[in-house]
């Protein structure tokens, strides 16, 4: 086992955990995982704690704003405490209506269901990238998101490893290469790697662990 791939083992091990989990998704291709999928990239995709973004995540969720019907018919004051409760407070008016405008949108385009903004797409990543923009509050780093996540069960978006991740790639002086780093992760599914790569991407102490326990 080489350096790079003694540097991955130990990234994988330590932190090879997706958001979604994080976020108590048990994700799925089906339409409610995939939609509370897509409410956690746009949150996460906010300049805040990825601890805070999850939180507010899995307080939609208990407040049962977790399918786009429900989203939409809740109202918005309710969808600000909700996110309040999470701790999501710097962003909660504007994401508040985002959520609610992106739930409408969702409804009437695609049917509530993100499988059909997949098909949408025929398999080509970048026509993925620019539907999932047409929902508010989805920017490109938040469809980044999405996708690094969603490859788990959409396996024609994989090997998905975007900025953000081949910078926590670059940080652990791994190649920036989607392909060579998906070759030296073996067979970690490319979300999971994802997700490590952009957990030492985000935090410096995990990088600095990694490259001290792989010596």
């Given at each position: 086992m080489n350096r790079d791939e003694?540097?991955?083992r130990e990234l994988v091990s330590g932190y090879g955990r997706t958001f979604a989990e994080e976020a108590g998704i048990r994700l799925t291709d089906t339409p409610q995982p995939l939609y509370r999928l897509l409410v956690l990239s746009l949150l996460l995709s906010a300049r805040i704690r990825a601890s805070v973004a999850v939180a507010a995540a899995r307080a939609l969720h208990e407040e049962h704003l977790d399918s786009p019907r429900r989203m939409a018919e809740a109202g918005r004051q309710r969808r600000v405490d909700a996110l309040g409760r999470g701790g999501y407070r710097r962003y909660?008016?504007?994401?508040?209506?985002?959520l609610g405008d992106g739930a409408e949108l969702l409804g009437r385009r695609w049917g509530?269901?993100?499988?059909?903004l997949h098909r949408e797409a025929e398999g080509d990543v970048g026509t993925l990238r620019k539907l999932l923009q047409e929902?508010?509050?989805i920017g490109p780093a938040g469809a980044g998101i999405f996708l690094r996540e969603a490859q788990r069960v959409w396996p024609d978006v994989a090997p998905y490893l975007d900025g953000k991740a081949l910078s926590g790639a670059g940080r652990l002086g791994l190649p920036e290469?989607?392909?060579k780093l998906t070759g030296l992760a073996g067979d970690t599914q490319p979300a999971v790697l994802a997700a490590a790569l952009v957990r030492a991407a985000l935090d410096k102490r995990v990088a600095e662990e990694c490259l001290r326990r792989a010596g």
């Open positions: 003694r540097v991955l909660d008016e504007r994401t508040a209506t985002q509530g269901d993100l499988r059909r929902e508010p509050g290469d989607p392909r």
